[in-house]
T-cell receptor, first 114, second 113 residues
């Protein structure tokens, strides 16, 4: 099976712009979670989508939003970018039906906000 | 306050030596605990999963322990190799209906020849 893929891998934006990141989960996985990773904060949970519905949400402002399509692919959007949004954004997919389901992470998208 | 605390923040060891990483958590109720390894520039990869009833689990040279009473876990790396240089992240799953994971900040391990 192909792993989790994320596009683009690298992105440079300026303050005030908006950005859309894409994640394609492992075939058959219905859960997609998004995380922000920074050196100072570690992994921070953004939100999780399961079968096109947001199932859980972290403590991020409304500028961060996401959606999931019928083929389980997911997108994350960040509007009005701030310097502090510079981070590695990781997507993880899982079967999502059991608490022991392993999350498989993609390689991440490195976002730099100038 | 973070519900998962890892120590040390970073460590340097010589190739061939052993080391132990610590994870203390306050997450309740507890469902399971995973250790992830994250190489630089890549996504985390699961090493082990521990449930309430498990005390020890091994994956090659990696051995994880869990003491659910004291809410502590450790990850022991035996005979370290240069490829063990990475960040190791402890992740605790809450045992309730809502899907909630708590992440530690990670321990950065550097193995030197």
């Amino acid at each position: 099976k192909a792993g989790v893929t994320q596009t683009p891998r690298y992105l440079i934006k300026t303050r005030g712009q908006q950005v859309t990141l894409s994640c394609s989960p492992i075939s058959g996985h219905r859960s997609v979670s998004w995380y922000q990773q920074t050196p100072g904060q570690g992994l921070q949970f953004l939100f999780e989508y399961f079968s096109e519905t947001q199932r859980n949400k972290g403590n991020f402002p409304g500028r961060f939003s996401g959606r999931q399509f019928s083929n389980s692919r997911s997108e994350m959007n960040v509007s009005t970018l701030e310097l502090g949004d510079s981070a590695l954004y990781l997507c993880a997919s899982s079967d999502g039906t059991h608490s022991y389901n392993e999350q498989f992470f993609g390689p991440g998208t490195r976002l730099t906000v100038l | 306050k973070n519900q998962v605390e890892q120590s040390p923040q970073s460590l340097i060891i010589l190739e061939g030596k052993n080391c132990t990483l610590q994870c203390n958590y306050t997450v309740s109720p507890f469902s399971n605990l995973r250790w992830y390894k994250q190489d630089t520039g890549r996504g985390p990869v699961s090493l082990t999963i521990m449930t309430f009833s498990e005390n020890t689990k091994s994956n090659g040279r990696y051995t994880a322990t869990l003491d659910a009473d004291t809410k502590q876990s450790s990850l022991h790396i035996t005979a370290s190799q240069l490829s063990d240089s990475a960040s190791y992240i402890c992740v605790v799953r809450q045992g309730s209906n809502d899907y909630k994971l708590s992440f530690g900040a990670g321990t950065t391990v550097t193995v030197r020849a």
